[in-house]
């Protein structure tokens, strides 16, 4: 999905892939509850304002879970990455983060059954904690979680 604003030759980039992984590292969309799982998510920007990224910028990842009924509803995992901790190769900034879901504990509302997931992604400026312009969506798979 498109990293927006689109502002070519400036600017312009995509999360290019959001997988969930299993405990053995394996790509997966059916979870046990206790399983400790990871989401790796990858993305890149291009273009004359991709070598403007410095350490006074920072992408926040974030996934997000939403049931199809009764069920957790919210944040799984969240990670921030400087936006000048890949290198510029031609104009071109390429990002992966993997981000350990539930890290503080699996929520009691987190229910067997279906789930959608999502990644967003915003940029912030450091030096005065506000937002930047740019954001990113990306519509993940559904997952399927159980008890055994």
Excluded: C
Excluded at 11 to 31: A, C
């Amino acid at each position: 999905m498109p990293i927006e604003p689109q502002n070519a030759p400036f600017f312009e980039g995509d999360i290019s892939n959001v997988i969930v992984l299993d405990p053995g590292q394996q790509p997966t969309s059916i979870i046990h509850i206790g399983d400790a799982w990871k989401i790796r998510v990858k993305w890149n920007v291009k273009g004359l304002f991709a070598g403007t990224m410095t350490d006074n910028t920072t992408w926040h990842v974030s996934i997000v879970l939403e049931s199809f009924g009764k069920g957790f509803e919210g944040e799984v995992a969240h990670d921030d990455v400087l936006g000048n901790s890949v290198p510029l190769v031609a104009l071109e900034r390429t990002y992966e983060a993997t981000l350990p879901a539930f890290p503080g504990g699996v929520p009691g509302n987190l229910i067997p059954g279906p789930y959608k997931m999502a990644a967003v992604l915003t940029l912030t400026d450091t030096m005065t904690g506000n937002p930047v312009p740019i954001a990113g969506y990306f519509e993940g798979q559904v997952m399927q979680f159980y008890k055994a």
